[in-house]
């Protein structure tokens, strides 16, 4: 696919004096998961925010699937999982994904049979028809991500997907997320787990706000001559604050 | 089709949450009912009144249910008297004239003693002319007789002479009737009866206020729950309208608000046999306006609160204030300034048209006035609303 389906130039944002994002830019294209990983209060967040068109940017423009956002009918063609999750309480994990799915535009058999297959997919089956008050908060997570996975989106944004499932569950979860990408969709995954960040195609590094480093796992860790992850995360942040001492 | 989807949820949240169902549908019943006896009670009061030197016939007519008669000594102290015996009254009389010294510590007591005081003096009034009617018809009678037996007299003597016409002209003029009319009052009363207390009169503007606090409450702490939960948030990830959120908040609230007024309604007027002079669908479709103002209000409001304690917060500053320019208190003779003020709060609008309607029969056309001043406030928040949640999504 020539067009990227993210395609970030140049976002930049602050919340008053606190520079938040500073002149980042980023493509996915599709077929690709890419991971975002960086420290709290990196700024993964709010970027993530700033691609589904609810966080205002102060310069820069982010354009998902050829459309700058903000735009409500590309919406749609997302699939969402906040950091924390926002379920209803009260109501059973059944009528949470019905209501999220008629609200994604995903109505009758379509969206019971949907139902059914994102309920496979994160193991809640059984689980349907309880109340989500009486879930466990990894039951939670994978329904938020069920809710993020029912209107069978092009694009997915997750946002700390796997905080607080356990690691069977993880694999299963990844597993899926193969076979999306093979299905031709485009992932961004916020994430803290560097295992994790290891099964993406591609990582951009953030710290304070700016792209630290950008590329597939491997080519990251031959540019930073290291074997994990984590020690190129480490040592991008070290380099980061050496600059800053010299500057 | 989202917004139904929305009005769905909103319904099956409140059907599970029992507790503020019952706030909703029983809270105000306990409360009108709590208050019906409350202002029932006022009329078992009952004044103890010192007399002394008084007519007995005088302290005979005094003597009604709310009051409660002594005699004490003819040069018994009036202050004195009151104070050692806790009266609400003390009368003397000299030379037909009554001194009453009120203690007047209790204006309610007063009040009762001076209603006995007029009241007894009429009675002893109108006895007066009633024996008086009743002596002038015994003398009527008498003379009827007198007539009769001359009449028979004259009869048997017109047979035997036929020449005492004379004496009957003279019996004729002194029987003519003096009959004073004997008055008895009837009153007639345009809303309600003799029996009518405050809680009828303010009855209406109750129901008002209470569709007005629920509805404000729970629909302001539900949106704000939605804003700290998150879930607010991840609606706005999804393709849906602004609008179709705070329409899907307003029909299913609304419809919650419908209920509450009709329970509510029908609980006045059948348990308290309170009366309506005007049309039941109009005082619900006032009640109906005003849940929406609510509804709209509480959900604005909810968005300078950060946490339920903030939003309980604004009950005293927003909702407080609102009961007394509803008109309970009269506005009319309020100082001008706060005459202007009262013009802010919608439960103003809400309250008068629920009076007019109720207690003076009022017809749609001569309320429209309040009625589109309360749809203009529900326009103007939901509106209000709708840009307000561009906070959280920019389109």
Request: hydrophobic share 45%; proline share 3%; with cysteine.
């Given at each position: 696919?020539?067009?990227?389906?993210?395609?970030?130039?140049?976002?930049?944002?602050?919340?008053?004096?606190?520079?938040?994002?500073?002149?980042?830019?980023?493509?996915?294209?599709?077929?690709?998961?890419?991971?975002?990983?960086?420290?709290?209060?990196?700024?993964?967040?709010?970027?993530?925010?700033?691609?589904?068109?609810?966080?205002?940017?102060?310069?820069?423009?982010?354009?998902?699937?050829?459309?700058?956002?903000?735009?409500?009918?590309?919406?749609?063609?997302?699939?969402?999982?906040?950091?924390?999750?926002?379920?209803?309480?009260?109501?059973?994990?059944?009528?949470?994904?019905?209501?999220?799915?008629?609200?994604?535009?995903?109505?009758?058999?379509?969206?019971?049979?949907?139902?059914?297959?994102?309920?496979?997919?994160?193991?809640?089956?059984?689980?349907?028809?309880?109340?989500?008050?009486?879930?466990?908060?990894?039951?939670?997570?994978?329904?938020?991500?069920?809710?993020?996975?029912?209107?069978?989106?092009?694009?997915?944004?997750?946002?700390?997907?796997?905080?607080?499932?356990?690691?069977?569950?993880?694999?299963?979860?990844?597993?899926?997320?193969?076979?999306?990408?093979?299905?031709?969709?485009?992932?961004?995954?916020?994430?803290?787990?560097?295992?994790?960040?290891?099964?993406?195609?591609?990582?951009?590094?953030?710290?304070?706000?700016?792209?630290?480093?950008?590329?597939?796992?491997?080519?990251?860790?031959?540019?930073?001559?290291?074997?994990?992850?984590?020690?190129?995360?480490?040592?991008?942040?070290?380099?980061?604050?050496?600059?800053?001492?010299?500057? | 089709?989202?917004?139904?989807?929305?009005?769905?949820?909103v319904l099956?949240e409140m059907l599970r949450d029992k507790r503020t169902l019952a706030l909703m549908f029983i809270a105000p019943l306990f409360i009108l009912s709590l208050?019906?006896?409350?202002?029932?009670?006022?009329?078992?009061?009952?004044?103890?009144?010192?007399?002394?030197?008084?007519?007995?016939?005088?302290?005979?007519?005094?003597?009604?249910?709310?009051?409660?008669?002594?005699?004490?000594?003819?040069?018994?102290?009036?202050?004195?008297?009151?104070?050692?015996?806790?009266?609400?009254?003390?009368?003397?009389?000299?030379?037909?004239?009554?001194?009453?010294?009120?203690?007047?510590?209790?204006?309610?007591?007063?009040?009762?003693?001076?209603?006995?005081?007029?009241?007894?003096?009429?009675?002893?009034?109108?006895?007066?002319?009633?024996?008086?009617?009743?002596?002038?018809?015994?003398?009527?009678?008498?003379?009827?007789?007198?007539?009769?037996?001359?009449?028979?007299?004259?009869?048997?003597?017109?047979?035997?002479?036929?020449?005492?016409?004379?004496?009957?002209?003279?019996?004729?003029?002194?029987?003519?009737?003096?009959?004073?009319?004997?008055?008895?009052?009837?009153?007639?009363?345009?809303?309600?009866?003799?029996?009518?207390?405050?809680?009828?009169?303010?009855?209406?503007?109750l129901l008002?206020f209470f569709v007005f606090f629920f509805v404000f409450l729970i629909s302001?702490?539900s949106?704000?729950?939605?804003?700290?939960?998150?879930?607010?948030?991840?609606?706005?990830?999804?393709?849906?309208?602004?609008?179709?959120?705070?329409?899907?908040?307003?029909?299913g609230y609304g419809l919650f608000a419908v209920i509450q007024t009709i329970i509510t309604v029908t609980f006045a007027l059948t348990v308290?046999?309170?009366?309506?002079?005007?049309?039941?669908?109009?005082?619900l479709?006032?009640n109906f306006?005003?849940a929406?103002?609510a509804?709209?209000?509480?959900?604005?409001?909810?968005?300078?609160?950060?946490?339920?304690?903030?939003?309980?917060?604004?009950?005293?500053?927003?909702?407080?204030?609102?009961?007394?320019?509803?008109?309970?208190?009269?506005?009319?003779?309020?100082?001008?300034?706060?005459?202007?003020?009262?013009?802010?709060?919608?439960?103003?609008?809400?309250?008068?048209?629920?009076?007019?309607?109720?207690?003076?029969?009022?017809?749609?056309?001569?309320?429209?006035?309040?009625?589109?001043?309360?749809?203009?406030?529900?326009?103007?928040?939901?509106?209000?609303?709708?840009?307000?949640?561009?906070?959280?999504?920019?389109?």
């Amino acid at each position: 696919m020539a067009q990227p389906m993210i395609d970030v130039r140049n976002v930049a944002k602050q919340f008053g004096a606190n520079v938040v994002l500073k002149q980042i830019s980023l493509q996915l294209p599709a077929g690709r998961v890419m991971g975002l990983i960086g420290p709290s209060g990196a700024g993964k967040t709010t970027l993530v925010k700033a691609i589904l068109g609810m966080e205002k940017v102060d310069s820069g423009t982010t354009t998902v699937l050829g459309t700058e956002m903000p735009n409500r009918q590309i919406m749609q063609k997302i699939g969402y999982m906040a950091q924390s999750d926002a379920l209803y309480e009260t109501l059973t994990a059944r009528e949470n994904l019905r209501f999220f799915g008629e609200l994604m535009g995903v109505t009758g058999t379509a969206l019971t049979s949907s139902i059914t297959h994102v309920a496979q997919v994160v193991n809640l089956t059984a689980e349907l028809n309880r109340r989500v008050s009486a879930y466990s908060g990894g039951m939670k997570r994978r329904l938020s991500l069920a809710i993020a996975l029912i209107a069978d989106p092009d694009l997915l944004i997750l946002d700390e997907p796997t905080v607080g499932i356990d690691p069977e569950l993880r694999q299963q979860i990844w597993a899926e997320l193969r076979q999306l990408k093979q299905h031709g969709k485009a992932i961004l995954v916020t994430t803290h787990v560097m295992d994790e960040a290891e099964r993406c195609d591609e990582l951009m590094l953030i710290r304070e706000g700016i792209a630290l480093a950008q590329g597939t796992p491997d080519d990251l860790k031959q540019e930073y001559a290291v074997d994990t992850i984590e020690q190129v995360f480490l040592k991008a942040g070290r380099l980061q604050d050496e600059n800053h001492s010299d500057r | 089709m989202r917004t139904i989807a929305i009005v769905k949820r909103v319904l099956r949240e409140m059907l599970r949450d029992k507790r503020t169902l019952a706030l909703m549908f029983i809270a105000p019943l306990f409360i009108l009912s709590l208050m019906y006896f409350l202002f029932q009670n006022n009329s078992t009061s009952v004044a103890k009144i010192g007399v002394s030197n008084v007519n007995t016939s005088l302290v005979k007519a005094l003597k009604n249910k709310h009051t409660d008669l002594a005699a004490y000594g003819d040069h018994a102290n009036a202050k004195t008297t009151i104070r050692q015996h806790n009266l609400a009254a003390f009368i003397h009389e000299q030379d037909g004239k009554l001194t009453v010294t009120y203690s007047n510590s209790q204006p309610s007591d007063t009040a009762l003693v001076k209603q006995a005081l007029q009241g007894g003096v009429t009675k002893l009034k109108v006895q007066a002319l009633v024996a008086a009617t009743k002596t002038q018809k015994q003398v009527l009678q008498q003379q009827a007789k007198v007539l009769k037996t001359v009449m028979a007299q004259q009869q048997k003597l017109q047979a035997a002479q036929g020449t005492t016409r004379g004496q009957t002209a003279t019996t004729g003029t002194t029987t003519k009737p003096k009959t004073v009319p004997n008055y008895t009052v009837t009153s007639h009363y345009l809303y309600g009866n003799s029996d009518s207390t405050f809680f009828d009169t303010f009855l209406p503007v109750l129901l008002g206020f209470f569709v007005f606090f629920f509805v404000f409450l729970i629909s302001g702490i539900s949106l704000l729950n939605e804003r700290t939960t998150g879930t607010l948030t991840r609606l706005l990830a999804t393709p849906v309208r602004r609008g179709e959120i705070i329409t899907g908040y307003l029909i299913g609230y609304g419809l919650f608000a419908v209920i509450q007024t009709i329970i509510t309604v029908t609980f006045a007027l059948t348990v308290f046999n309170v009366h309506m002079l005007g049309s039941v669908w109009l005082i619900l479709l006032i009640n109906f306006l005003l849940a929406m103002v609510a509804l709209s209000m509480g959900i604005f409001i909810s968005t300078f609160a950060n946490s339920e304690f903030q939003m309980v917060q604004f009950i005293p500053l927003l909702i407080v204030p609102q009961v007394f320019f509803s008109g309970i208190i009269t506005i009319s003779t309020m100082p001008d300034w706060l005459q202007w003020l009262a013009h802010i709060f919608p439960l103003y609008y809400g309250g008068d048209a629920l009076m007019n309607v109720a207690t003076r029969g009022f017809s749609l056309s001569a309320v429209s006035g309040d009625l589109w001043i309360l749809l203009f406030f529900a326009v103007a928040f939901t509106t209000l609303n709708v840009i307000g949640l561009k906070r959280y999504r920019r389109v």
